[in-house]
């Protein structure tokens, strides 16, 4: 096997392992939820539509060309046009997660969220693996609007939350997209529970000296 085959092999294999590992926790819903990898010759191995990321099958993964034609497997999933719209926005990133995270969409559907910032830095964590967390404002499903919206907050931030949709976060590599998009949610769900009360973020500079450059 050749070291591009058997880096695709790995790539599939993780792919599969990490969304069974988002749907087991409850990440993640029904066949919501989508997971892309870019391999070394720039093609991308996707979730295909209408999957459930707790019952991948290796095979069946698709399998896109860097402009985003369909290669091979089963057809990509309809949101594939936000995975290409991050990678093509920050060219040392090798793979994007999207979900419909409860608490993070849950965020994304209160009036008085913050579209510059979503949200607060309650955790030295969440400054580090986040940073920033712009809003992208509400498109339908498929819009091809979205992806411009996406792609101009993508250059400066690896992780933007879709009103009333969810988050999509890229990352050097699935573990470290996986870890960060993990981490969002828990502070969604911090931020949740918190509601209404006075809390002690961290400051300004105390974020800003973690955040990810």
């Given at each position: 096997?050749?070291?591009?085959?058997?880096?695709?092999?790995?790539?599939?294999?993780?792919?599969?392992?990490?969304?069974?590992?988002?749907?087991?926790r409850?990440?993640?819903?029904?066949?919501?939820?989508?997971?892309?990898?870019?391999?070394?010759?720039?093609?991308?191995?996707?979730?295909p539509?209408?999957?459930?990321?707790?019952?991948?099958?290796?095979?069946?993964?698709?399998?896109?060309?860097a402009?985003?034609?369909?290669?091979?497997?089963?057809?990509?999933?309809?949101?594939?046009?936000?995975?290409?719209?991050?990678?093509?926005?920050?060219?040392?990133?090798?793979?994007?997660?999207?979900?419909?995270?409860?608490?993070?969409?849950?965020?994304?559907?209160?009036?008085?969220?913050?579209?510059?910032?979503?949200?607060?830095?309650l955790t030295?964590?969440?400054?580090m693996?986040?940073g920033?967390?712009?809003?992208?404002?509400?498109?339908?499903?498929?819009?091809?609007?979205?992806?411009?919206?996406?792609?101009?907050?993508?250059?400066?931030?690896?992780?933007?939350?879709?009103?009333?949709?969810?988050?999509?976060?890229?990352g050097?590599?699935?573990?470290?997209?996986?870890?960060?998009?993990?981490?969002?949610?828990?502070?969604?769900?911090?931020?949740?529970?918190?509601?209404?009360?006075?809390?002690?973020?961290?400051?300004?500079?105390?974020?800003?000296?973690?955040?990810?450059?």
């Amino acid at each position: 096997m050749t070291a591009i085959g058997s880096a695709a092999t790995h790539a599939r294999e993780e792919i599969c392992s990490v969304g069974k590992s988002l749907f087991d926790r409850g990440l993640t819903a029904g066949s919501t939820g989508n997971i892309s990898v870019r391999l070394d010759d720039g093609s991308l191995l996707m979730t295909p539509t209408n999957a459930s990321l707790g019952d991948l099958d290796p095979a069946q993964l698709s399998h896109l060309d860097a402009e985003g034609r369909h290669l091979s497997g089963d057809k990509p999933t309809k949101e594939a046009f936000l995975h290409r719209c991050m990678y093509c926005e920050r060219e040392g990133d090798g793979a994007v997660v999207h979900l419909h995270s409860t608490h993070s969409v849950a965020v994304s559907i209160l009036r008085d969220t913050d579209p510059d910032d979503a949200l607060p830095p309650l955790t030295a964590y969440f400054a580090m693996r986040i940073g920033r967390l712009p809003m992208v404002p509400y498109y339908a499903p498929g819009d091809a609007d979205l992806a411009e919206a996406v792609a101009a907050q993508a250059s400066a931030h690896h992780a933007v939350l879709l009103a009333n949709h969810g988050p999509v976060v890229s990352g050097k590599t699935l573990r470290q997209a996986q870890y960060a998009i993990e981490e969002l949610e828990e502070t969604a769900k911090l931020f949740l529970l918190l509601h209404g009360r006075d809390i002690r973020p961290l400051t300004r500079d105390q974020a800003d000296a973690l955040r990810p450059r």
